[in-house]
């Protein structure tokens, strides 16, 4: 009986994991016309499965480089290029961007995304 209630509370946390489900603004810019409007909305979704999270548009897994009571911060490292996301725990958003790197130095920064998120487990 014992082992039957402790697989009862185990399995459903084994079932569950946390899920950071995203959405963010895409402007479209008309430099004639010194106009920025919001074009779309994209989202995307990344679900924690054990040192990394899995998810987004390309389906990736991007390993967590850091973490804390505050803040995730993820990494996916290819080649010269490093993309980050970090997500804050205190008031779910998460900003993103890519950085270029060039022999050991940065080279090349992309605008940095931001938007809100619903986490769930």
């Excluded at 008309?30 to 919001?38: G, Q």
């Excluded at 990394?52 to 996916?76: A, H, P, Q, R, T």
Aim: charge should be negative; proline fraction near 2%.
């Amino acid at each position: 009986m014992k082992k039957l209630l402790l697989l009862l509370l185990v399995i459903p946390n084994l079932v569950m994991a946390e899920t950071w489900s995203c959405k963010y603004d895409v402007y479209s810019v008309d430099l004639m016309a010194s106009k920025i409007d919001i074009d779309r909305q994209e989202e995307f979704s990344y679900k924690r499965m054990g040192s990394y999270f899995y998810g987004g548009m390309s389906s990736i897994n991007m390993e967590i480089v850091f973490e804390d009571d505050k803040y995730i911060n993820l990494g996916l490292f290819l080649g010269d290029l490093i993309y980050t996301i970090i997500f804050n725990k205190q008031n779910d958003t998460f900003t993103n961007g890519v950085i270029e790197t060039d022999d050991n130095s940065f080279s090349k920064l992309t605008k940095p995304t931001f938007g809100n998120c619903i986490v769930s487990e």
